[in-house]
């Protein structure tokens, strides 16, 4: 029982923290709304995430994880402050590519996938678990490679999740 306590305790800690981070404030009804759905998400994945005997996803070890929450946050800020100087200099127009991820694991293109739409000026517009695609939407110079595009989505996002030498 102390351990099933434990584990809930430790996910509403990191929910409410990441919650924190979304909203930059700690005004009276932030405070109460990230506690209560910090604990709605907590209570909501328990046979999910985890049972009465610990985690039950470990493809991802908690440091790489940590990093990429790190990464996350500094490109959504990034990527914010690049999206208003694109929107001003309108020398962007919108384009959508497909992206085929070298992950097989359905969690990890989740996780790419919602860092996709965290960040400022993409958005995913369909994930296909079974062929690892993702189709992106986003801002880019006129005449911007497939390449281009794909790159800082491999680089920020994929590489941080793979393990070192092997494929996910």
């Known amino acids: 029982m102390k351990r099933f306590i434990l584990l809930r305790y430790k996910l509403f800690l990191v929910l409410l923290a990441f919650w924190f ?81 070298d992950v097989e694991d359905p969690v990890l293109i989740g996780i790419i996938s919602n860092s996709i739409t965290l960040t400022p000026g993409t958005i995913t517009i369909e994930t296909d678990m079974k062929r690892h695609r993702i189709k992106v939407l986003t801002l880019a110079k006129v005449g911007t490679s497939q390449e281009e595009l794909e790159r800082p989505i491999r680089e920020k996002f994929e590489k941080l999740l793979k393990e070192r030498g092997e494929k996910v």
Do not use: C, W
């Open 21 to 101: 981070l979304l909203q930059l404030n700690v005004r009276l009804e932030t405070v109460v709304a990230g506690v209560l759905i910090s604990l709605a998400v907590t209570l909501a994945t328990f046979n999910v995430l985890y049972d009465r005997y610990g985690y039950r996803y470990h493809s991802v070890k908690g440091r790489r994880i940590f990093l990429y929450v790190l990464l996350l946050f500094v490109q959504i800020y990034k990527a914010s402050i690049m999206f208003v100087h694109n929107l001003l200099t309108d020398q962007y127009e919108p384009m959508v590519f497909d992206l085929e991820l």
